[in-house]
């Protein structure tokens, strides 16, 4: 495994609290790759982490001095209730783990791209608007 992916699978790890798939490890070079895709997978195969796997992707991406292009917007779209209340609690819980010692880098970069260079909130207990 390269570097890049090494480094990706730590900071996954750190977020979402498990290693990722090879479908998600997918997903995020083809992110970084600059090649954005619809998903379709099925029930209970991790779709709602493809918001930590964007949220990498962009990091990785301004870290590396490529942001031109790549979205700063993640769209979701569900047809369920359930599943709107299941992605807002991963994102919440998203947030919240940003506030993990290991993640320091992944906070500062994200600053960087705010409009006031700071972390907006990232820490745990943080307000967001």
């Known amino acids: 495994m ?5 480094e990706f699978a730590d900071r996954f790890r750190a977020i979402m609290g498990f290693t990722p798939y090879s ?3 997918e997903v995020y070079k083809r992110m970084v790759d600059g090649f ?3 998903l379709k997978l099925p029930t209970g195969t991790g779709k709602t982490s493809v918001m930590a796997i964007w949220l990498l992707a962009l990091v990785k ?3 590396i001095g490529r942001l031109q ?9 569900v047809d369920r209730r359930t599943v709107v ?3 807002t609690a991963q994102a919440e819980n998203i ?7 290991s993640l320091v880098t992944v906070r500062r970069t994200l600053a ?3 409009a006031t260079g700071e972390d907006a909130g990232w820490r745990c207990g943080g307000k967001h608007t």
């Open 2 to 6: 390269s570097a890049e992916l090494e």
């Open 23 to 25: 479908w998600q490890t």
């Open 36 to 38: 954005f895709d619809n």
């Open 61 to 63: 991406k301004a870290e």
């Open 69 to 77: 292009g790549f979205p700063r917007r993640l769209i979701w779209v």
């Open 85 to 87: 209340d299941q992605a």
């Open 95 to 101: 947030r919240r783990r940003l506030s993990d010692q």
């Open 112 to 114: 960087s791209l705010s």
